[in-house]
């Protein structure tokens, strides 16, 4: 049921109100649309889910062209698309220390829903966007489709994949990280104006500016709700928790890794709140009536250093270090919270959603990427060792960082254990970063029994779960030039109960 009729949504803003002196009026200086970033929606539960806008008349400006004081926004929900029957409603308040984004847990919801919403600031209108609730835990569900992106460099190319996604109109869209790069500069329409790796908000807030006014981007935020998680260049190319790529000051590089991770919850649609470490809760367990539970992953806040100077390739025998079994991808907390989910998992489908590939790629002694998993051989022991233990059966790992399409099983030789099939991972190519192009021909495919290897190609996956199969579909594009033609470059399925890949 409703929480309550006609604005029983909560007030996702409604804790950091300040004193309504500050409050310009509704409207005022708003002479230009301020919704140039789109709006979005996401984190859905059963009975809610987070919309998501942010005012910015000029979209790449520090300020977003807005005026210093905080703008009230109201907003609606509805279960049709001409907002007729409004079921939720209610009014936040979009604040300059929050860079006017707004982010409102509308609650009280139906589950397993359709529904669309749209904000309003002053005369302005939002445009109309899709979202759905989860089915119930524990329902049965006959079919649920997913979109899967990560890696969007905006200098390398356009972003077509995303509006195949909103084409795709799927009922969630899971993006892996590397959503923004802190790489500036650039040529012809695809500029970052910066002059510098961003390191304040305010440089981020330009930086995502430029990103988020993509038109396909935000058709792909407004037509299902997104499950995010991040990787590296949000902050910085192969960071590791606190530590830099590069030599750089420890304060320095912890305010901007801060900065980073503010912006970060300024652009997207998730409930977790920078705590005032500066720190961002990511990793989150989203359950799909009786069909799938998703496990999102951090695996770049909480992990240990590279090992040996995370140098490609590196030579295991000149690396004792990957031998460390106190190394880890996840922290301490974050395993011992994966282990106790897998422990408790009830449906179908089990859906590990993280960054980095996971499958051994290692060749005697030639370890092409320990920024991978690969580089963490005692985590990735401890993680299979974790689903291996609690018998937990269609496992999936969605995958990106890499820019390439890529299946495989994992097995034990990427386990330590014996060679049954725990695992079943999809690697997803990027969305436009540059492809993995000549880097993958350090590895053979067929040696390392990979199904699917594209290292060429950009786009995205989309996955069909039912009760009794799981379908990937790699869709690569030419993101060269605008308006590229997608084309189905592989399809792999996993039959429940029967581990292995499946060509169909
Ligand atoms: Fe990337
Ligand atoms: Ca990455």
């Not at 779960?465 to 590229?484: I, K, Y």
């Amino acid at each position: 049921m409703w929480a309550a009729t006609g604005c029983g949504g909560g007030d996702g803003t409604s804790g950091r109100r300040g004193p309504t002196a500050t409050t310009a009026p509704a409207g005022l200086a708003l002479d230009t649309d301020p919704f140039t970033l789109g709006v979005a929606s996401g984190d859905p539960t059963a009975e809610a889910v987070v919309l998501w806008t942010r005012l910015a008349p000029e979209p790449t400006a520090p300020d977003g062209g807005m005026p210093r004081g905080d703008v009230e926004v109201t907003w609606e929900l509805a279960t049709d698309e001409s907002l007729g029957d409004v079921v939720a409603s209610g009014t936040a308040l979009a604040t300059a220390a929050d860079g006017h984004s707004v982010h409102v847990d509308a609650t009280g919801l139906l589950p397993g829903t359709e529904y669309f919403y749209r904000f309003r600031a002053g005369e302005h209108d939002s445009a109309v966007a899709r979202t759905r609730t989860l089915p119930a835990p524990g329902t049965p569900v006959d079919r649920w489709t997913i979109a899967v992106a990560s890696c969007q460099l905006r200098q390398s190319g356009h972003w077509t994949a995303h509006r195949l996604i909103a084409e795709d109109r799927p009922d969630l869209v899971l993006h892996l990280g590397d959503y923004v790069y802190e790489y500036f500069g650039g040529g012809d329409d695809l500029v970052v104006p910066l002059d510098a790796e961003p390191a304040t908000i305010e440089d981020h807030r330009v930086l995502y500016g430029v990103y988020k006014r993509d038109p396909h981007l935000q058709a792909a935020h407004a037509v299902a709700p997104w499950l995010v998680t991040w990787d590296d260049h949000e902050v910085q190319n192969n960071y590791a928790a606190d530590v830099p790529r590069h030599d750089e000051d420890a304060e320095h590089f912890a305010a901007r890794r801060a900065a980073a991770y503010r912006a970060y919850w300024e652009h997207m649609p998730i409930r977790s709140t920078p705590a005032d470490d500066g720190t961002l809760r990511m990793h989150r367990r989203v359950e799909v009536g009786s069909l799938a539970t998703f496990f999102v992953l951090d695996g770049r806040q909480h992990r240990s250093d590279q090992v040996c100077g995370d140098r490609v390739p590196t030579f295991a025998s000149a690396c004792p270090e990957l031998g460390d079994a106190d190394a880890t991808m996840l922290g301490e907390d974050q395993e011992r919270w994966l282990d106790d989910g897998l422990a408790s998992v009830a449906t179908t489908w089990t859906v590990l959603a993280q960054q980095t590939v996971v499958k051994a790629l290692t060749v005697g002694d030639l370890v092409p990427n320990v920024d991978q998993w690969d580089g963490y051989p005692a985590a990735r022991r401890r993680m299979l060792g974790s689903v291996d233990r609690h018998g937990v059966e269609n496992v999936i790992i969605l995958t990106g960082d890499i820019h390439a399409g890529a299946a495989a099983e994992i097995r034990g030789r990427d386990a330590g254990s014996d060679g049954r099939i725990l695992a079943h991972e999809m690697v997803v190519p990027a969305i436009s970063s540059p492809p993995l192009g000549e880097a993958a021909e350090l590895i053979d495919p067929a040696d390392l029994g990979l199904s699917h290897l594209n290292a060429h190609d950009n786009g995205y996956a989309r996955a069909t779960l039912t009760p009794d199969a799981w379908t990937t579909e790699w869709v690569t594009v030419d993101v060269s030039e605008p308006d590229g033609v997608p084309h189905t470059d592989a399809v792999r399925r996993v039959d429940v109960g029967r581990p292995g890949l499946v060509t169909p």
